[in-house]
């Protein structure tokens, strides 16, 4: 059966697994998968390729397993569809077959149970196979029609004969497509104001902007400005060092809050408890607050330290005022005390996870020598589930505890500012990135283990931006492992993402269909696209979607086949539309028209010049200083190519009849971004049928710096540039309420 070369043997395997043959790049450049290539990532899917024979083994594994593992992991429905059916495999002896029952029922999230069936005797064989030896049947049987959406664990028992066999699946009844308000469908086109988090400057804060500044931009735009939607950065927890973990989009887990977000003089202890007030009114440690106020730079280190010293004191007092013997594992005293619990039973093992991760990273670093990331540890560590792992868990508990405790404030605030903005008429509210991975060596990385693909990375091919390609550093997930899985890490990130606002856009969305996977230890250069189940994926995400009633808009940039767009279109996912790149084939600005409605467009991005940036050169001149140009002849070249864009701009802003007046016509003598023009390229933007349009505050003030350069890690300060101006000076800023007169005229609110 397998009696062709080594070579094509790999090759077959590959392409069961997923593993691309070749790809096009965004310049229409083919490249071919390389056997290396192939080889590496096989490996790294935990598939033996090291000689023909093992590859024989594999591919004949992979053939059988259908009929050695009982049902297929998942059984995907689509809500208004016809029932479907599912497969059992059986080992049984011909004269067995007229005596095989096959008794299943389905349990639901709840518990219940319900559709209860007893198949049998008699059952129809569709197929019969000997695989290593032993004869199988396969069955085929009918699924309950018009099933609720959700999730269902089917039970199956076998018995009959010889045959006695306990086995199950997974089904998930999903609606057609995402969650969208029934407005949109109506007409009704709305603005908001997006901005980093980190990035606010208060004179109240502690030198990072946090959930009571984001409260205040939340107020002022709803009830003053008429936004309709606050964008933020990703929210998910950092380890807050740098130059490495202070990237929201490299957190150590996208489950769970960053506690510098966290306003810790709201906190209850911080008003009641004497030993934390004597802390707060420290002169040095009022010093060093100050010190990271006053800082352009946030200095992530020092506040973190200051935060968790605080809270840490919180933690404690918490638990002396709230629990029997100050121990939150005995009875609560106080009604507080009993919402606490309460929280720790709603988040269950996944925040006992994290909390756990975070007390043993902490212990492992104490240690003298210390051995670094979780994979550096000693072994039963590296184990979630192991022995010594469960011992360490009873004798920290206390420490766990305090970490859930910081989670319980993060989340009540965050919490309260959802409430906040549609107390303020916004109907959407928050709208947040849900990063496309986190670190290898962070908590998510250290427990879910069993999906992920740890010795490959995931980034982009080569490009004119990154002409060897991109590595992101992130372990992917592995499609055939998460399958196996029932998807469960999907499920749980999705939902726990889902429940702190009304929008969320999917960083790299094509992951939903494939990923550029890196083998370890190779070039970018050297990778290729894996696919996912994209059909079973798009199902997920649709359920979580409706049920939290959240809109999902798709970060679509880069190379993407028209496919992916319109099958993104059909499942309810909104096209993200970023004005630099809104071009026609002959290079000039797309009218507003050309704009797809399902949409969110907006001028820039965090890994892209703002407004000003962008029309002085300052990007260019950012990336020949970070030595990305390769000569001044580059250098030169892409000034005047920029020039050309800047007249493809004001044509285009002409052609709508919004070129500022008074401003010169020709785009070697054009003006500075002046705050006329930057409120012309938004108002253009709200002339499009895109459904949402964002204006990001940087573009608003008149902001130079970019807030992250690609490539880069401390050659640029990434992620780390505070706003000139004040929360306090920002909501007395004119040009905000100018912006927001047009935009509301032309996108008034639901």
Request: net charge negative; glycine share 8%; aromatic share 10%.
């Amino acid at each position: 059966m397998y009696d062709v070369p080594e070579s094509e043997l790999l090759r077959l395997l590959a392409d069961r697994a997923g593993i691309a043959a070749d790809y096009y790049d965004i310049a229409g450049t083919l490249h071919v998968t390389t056997d290396e290539t192939r080889r590496a990532i096989l490996a790294t899917m935990n598939f033996r390729v090291e000689s023909r024979a093992e590859l024989i083994e594999e591919l004949t594994a992979w053939d059988h397993r259908p009929w050695m593992q009982g049902c297929d992991p998942v059984r995907i429905l689509r809500q208004g569809e016809a029932p479907g059916r599912w497969l059992l495999h059986v080992p049984c002896e011909s004269h067995e077959e007229p005596v095989i029952r096959v008794r299943w029922w389905l349990v639901s999230e709840s518990g219940e149970r319900s559709h209860e069936r007893e198949e049998g005797p008699g059952l129809k064989v569709e197929e019969v196979r000997v695989v290593a030896g032993r004869r199988f049947m396969r069955m085929e049987f009918t699924l309950p029609h018009a099933l609720p959406l959700g999730y269902y664990s089917a039970h199956v028992q076998v018995q009959g004969g010889s045959v006695e066999l306990a086995t199950g699946f997974r089904v998930i009844v999903a609606p057609a497509r995402c969650f969208v308000p029934e407005w949109f469908e109506r007409g009704t086109r709305l603005w908001g104001i997006a901005l980093q988090l980190y990035s606010l400057r208060s004179d109240r804060n502690w030198g990072v902007g946090d959930f009571q500044d984001l409260s205040a931009v939340v107020e002022w735009a709803g009830t003053q400005l008429g936004a309709s939607v606050i964008g933020l950065n990703p929210l998910h927890a950092l380890k807050n060092t740098t130059p490495y973990h202070i990237s929201p989009y490299s957190p150590t887990s996208r489950l769970f809050l960053n506690e510098l977000y966290i306003d810790v003089e709201q906190v209850e202890e911080c008003r009641t408890d004497p030993t934390v007030r004597a802390c707060l009114a420290d002169a040095t440690f009022r010093a060093r607050l100050d010190a990271a106020r006053r800082s352009e730079l946030v200095e992530y280190e020092a506040v973190a330290a200051a935060k968790r010293t605080v809270l840490g004191l919180c933690a404690q007092a918490f638990a002396r005022e709230n629990f029997e013997g100050g121990d939150p594992d005995r009875s609560p005293t106080t009604e507080r005390g009993r919402v606490f619990q309460q929280y720790i039973r709603q988040e269950g093992e996944p925040l006992a996870r994290y909390a756990l991760f975070r007390v043993l990273e902490d212990e492992q670093q104490r240690e003298p020598s210390s051995p670094g990331v979780w994979m550096d540890w000693p072994e039963p560590y590296r184990d979630p589930s192991s022995a010594a792992v469960g011992e360490f868990r009873r004798r920290h508990m206390r420490q766990i505890h305090a970490i859930q405790y910081v989670q319980w404030l993060a989340h009540g605030q965050l919490r309260a500012l959802v409430d906040k903005a549609g107390q303020a008429g916004m109907p959407i509210g928050l709208y947040y990135d849900l990063a496309l991975g986190s670190d290898r060596a962070g908590a998510d990385g250290w427990r879910f283990q069993p999906v992920l693909a740890m010795k490959a990375d995931c980034g982009a091919p080569p490009d004119a931006f990154a002409p060897d390609g991109q590595n992101w550093g992130f372990s992917p997930a592995d499609p055939l492992r998460l399958r196996a899985s029932g998807y469960e890490y999907l499920i749980e990130l999705l939902r726990r993402n889902f429940r702190y606002g009304g929008a969320i856009r999917l960083d790299h969305v094509m992951a939903l269909f494939r990923l550029f996977w890196i083998p370890r230890g190779l070039p970018a250069s050297k990778g290729t696209y894996v696919h996912y189940p994209a059909e079973d994926l798009l199902a997920i995400l649709a359920l979580e979607s409706v049920r939290a009633q959240v809109l999902v808009i798709g970060e679509d940039l880069g190379t993407v086949p028209d496919w992916v767009r319109q099958r993104l279109g059909t499942a309810g996912v909104l096209s993200y539309r970023v004005f630099y790149f809104e071009r026609t084939w002959e290079g000039g600005w797309k009218p507003p028209g050309a704009y797809p409605s399902q949409s969110l467009a907006v001028a820039a991005t965090h890994d892209l010049p703002t407004l000003s940036g962008y029309w002085d050169g300052a990007d260019i001149a950012t990336r020949a200083e970070l030595g990305f140009v390769s000569s001044e002849e580059s250098k030169m070249s892409a000034l005047a190519e920029r020039q050309r864009e800047k007249a493809a701009i004001m044509a285009a802003l002409r052609s709508e009849g919004l070129w500022p007046p008074g401003l010169p016509d020709d785009a070697a003598h054009g003006p500075a971004m002046t705050w006329e023009l930057a409120r012309a390229i938004h108002v253009y933007l709200a002339r499009t049928p895109a459904w949402l349009v964002l204006a990001n505050v940087e573009d608003v003030i008149g902001a130079r710096a970019q807030t992250n350069v690609p490539g880069t890690v401390d050659q640029h300060p990434n992620w780390r540039r505070k706003l000139i101006p004040t929360v306090e000076e920002l909501i007395r800023d004119d040009r905000f309420e100018q912006l927001a007169a047009e935009l509301r005229s032309l996108r008034p609110r639901v």
